[in-house]
């Protein structure tokens, strides 16, 4: 069974900073791309950012580029999202994602396996 587990999330001040991560079991995702999703209160889930299988391509939605920075541990099954100058927009329940496919994918129907989430927020 095919699990991913998110942790790290949490409350922090304006401009704190939080390392998310998202272990994953069941199988290997070292060939898959994987992304971080966040979806707020009454928002639709968006795009944060996805990291080709390599781990040496990345994307990024432009609200968080120059802030948040992805990463992953192929041996460890391991994505990880380094969030830093937090802002209180940045409040959402956040998602880790793995895609069936080795390019990098943004769009949330092209994920196969979900995380249950982690909520992250940011008081002001």
């Known amino acids: 069974q095919v699990q991913l587990v998110e942790s790290g999330g949490g409350l922090v001040q304006a401009g704190g900073s939080l390392r998310l991560s998202c272990a994953a079991s069941g199988r290997t995702f070292s060939s898959n791309s994987m992304g971080w999703f966040r979806q707020a209160p009454g928002n639709e889930r968006e795009f944060v950012a996805a990291v080709h299988w390599s781990g040496v391509y990345a994307n990024y939605a432009d609200s968080v580029k120059g802030r948040f920075t992805i990463s992953r541990d192929n041996v460890k099954n391991t994505v990880y999202l380094e969030m830093n100058s937090l802002k209180p927009e940045d409040t959402a329940v956040y998602y880790c994602?793995?895609?069936?496919?080795?390019?990098?994918?943004?769009?949330?129907?092209?994920?196969?396996?979900w995380g249950q989430g982690t909520q992250v927020t940011v008081s002001s």
């Open positions: 994602a793995a895609s069936p496919y080795t390019r990098i994918v943004v769009n949330s129907y092209e994920y196969a396996y």
